[in-house]
């Protein structure tokens, strides 16, 4: 069975609040201890609306919750990709 935190984040992450249209949101792999800590490995990609352009890229998230509410959360992205791809 999976710790609670995975099952939380499974559910948090495909209906986080987007600022952008997102055109793929795949988790491909989960990881998470009894300690509340949960690795997310993600497919991501969007379109940016001012501009037409196109991103996809994998993102990791770490999250850690604490007396079942989200702590702390850090998150990767290819900056470079986001950067491009706002730029007129």
């Known amino acids: 069975m999976k710790p609670r935190?995975?099952?939380?984040i499974q559910i948090l992450?495909?209906?986080g609040p987007w600022y952008r249209p997102v055109t793929e949101f795949t988790?491909?792999?989960?990881?998470?201890?009894?300690?509340?800590d949960v690795l997310v490995f993600i497919r991501y990609a969007f379109t940016v609306t001012a501009t037409g352009?196109?991103?996809?890229?994998n993102m990791h998230h770490y999250w850690k919750?604490?007396?079942?509410?989200?702590?702390f959360v850090r998150s990767s992205e290819d900056?470079?990709?986001?950067?491009?791809?706002l730029a007129p």
Do not use: E
């Open 5 to 8: 935190s995975v099952r939380v």
């Open 27 to 36: 988790p491909l792999a989960f990881a998470g201890n009894d300690d509340g």
């Open 13 to 15: 992450l495909p209906n």
């Open 53 to 57: 352009k196109h991103v996809a890229m």
């Open 65 to 71: 919750f604490r007396d079942g509410k989200a702590c």
């Open 79 to 85: 900056t470079a990709q986001v950067t491009a791809a």
